[in-house]
């Protein structure tokens, strides 16, 4: 397969590498607006050269925010196969309008949500899967970093560029991984959201929310936050007969700790698991990214359906997205009115 690769900075950079490795394809051009001497691949001309070379199979967008959704459309449009980096877009309604570019197309279309790739992750779906821990109940997870002032220049400062703050650059991955163990959408959201630190405009710094299906009451607890001084990742599932705990993940910083994998089953008497009952499961390589790669190369090449990252999948994370901003500013608005009428 002959591939451009569209954004050359940090992520198109680790694609390319993924891409060497799977020794399936051959990177013909990449395009950025920084041109690097140094670069081993041809330079095209614009990403429009890139999107229309008729030489090229396949097309990976690792560009910034804005730009993921055009690109990912005028790519499927010109008979390209995509992949294409997180956020997808910035709302559902854009999301549609790709799947409708995707099903015109007859191409394949993949989203880079490598954590679902993480070893510990691949572990704790196949133990959800099993059965033999039952159903789920509940779920918490917590996903922070911290940036300094330089991270809210440029374009990620823009809500017009960025479509939102941590929720959109981190905290999707988190929800993508409830809806991802889960196996069902979340149709009640509660959501507290800020920007009380960075104070950006349009650009909020934590999110606070709960979700819930009301039909079978599985629930989750989730924050999202980008003034976590110490990085963190921490994902909790607990089940009717055990529990799953992944502290910690591999990531070429290093600064979110090992990717250890808690694992215990209940017992018949309180407290129900204890420390000593407990596995523990280090995971200390990180392949999510070739992983990630090879699937959609696999997909290409048997033209078998995207397991994971598919254009579906986006949709149910931005639907979630969705509901989380919207929920936010409702609720935001029942408090200042009633906070107005109690004042009168």
Not at 306 to 334: F, I, K, P, W
Request: charged share 25%; hydrophobic share 40%.
């Amino acid at each position: 397969m002959r591939i451009g690769i569209i954004g050359f900075g940090k992520m198109g950079r680790t694609r390319a590498a993924a891409v060497e490795a799977a020794s399936q394809a051959k990177i013909v051009s990449v395009f950025d607006t920084v041109q690097d001497p140094e670069t081993p691949y041809p330079f095209a001309a614009s990403a429009e050269a890139i999107v229309q070379d008729p030489s090229l199979d396949a097309v990976f967008v690792c560009t910034p925010n804005w730009l993921n959704r055009p690109l990912t459309i005028a790519a499927l449009q010109a008979g390209k196969h995509v992949f294409c980096e997180k956020p997808p877009c910035f709302t559902a309604a854009e999301m549609r309008e790709i799947r409708a570019a995707e099903a015109a197309s007859g191409k394949v279309l993949m989203y880079g949500f490598n954590h679902r790739h993480h070893g510990a992750i691949l572990r704790m779906k196949e133990l959800v899967d099993e059965g033999r821990f039952g159903r789920i109940l509940w779920m918490r997870g917590r996903y922070g970093k911290s940036v300094d002032a330089d991270y809210l220049t440029g374009w990620r400062a823009d809500k017009r560029l960025a479509g939102g703050g941590i929720l959109l650059d981190q905290g999707i991955h988190m929800l993508d991984l409830f809806l991802h163990l889960a196996g069902e959408p979340f149709d009640e959201v509660h959501a507290m959201i800020s920007n009380l630190y960075w104070k950006t405009p349009g650009i909020e710094d934590n999110v606070f929310a709960l979700l819930r299906n009301r039909r079978t009451g599985l629930s989750v607890s989730f924050h999202s936050t980008m003034t976590q001084w110490r990085h963190l990742f921490s994902l909790e599932v607990f089940l009717e007969r055990g529990y799953l705990v992944l502290n910690g993940l591999k990531t070429s910083s290093g600064t979110y700790g090992e990717e250890v994998l808690t694992v215990a089953r209940n017992r018949a008497v309180a407290p129900a698991a204890t420390f000593d009952s407990e596995e523990r499961f280090h995971f200390e390589v990180d392949s999510s990214w070739q992983r990630e790669t090879d699937a959609f190369f696999e997909a290409i090449r048997t033209g078998a359906p995207v397991q994971y990252g598919s254009s579906a999948q986006a949709l149910q994370v931005m639907e979630l997205v969705d509901n989380l901003y919207t929920n936010e500013r409702h609720e935001s608005e029942e408090l200042r009115e009633a906070l107005l009428s109690h004042a009168d």
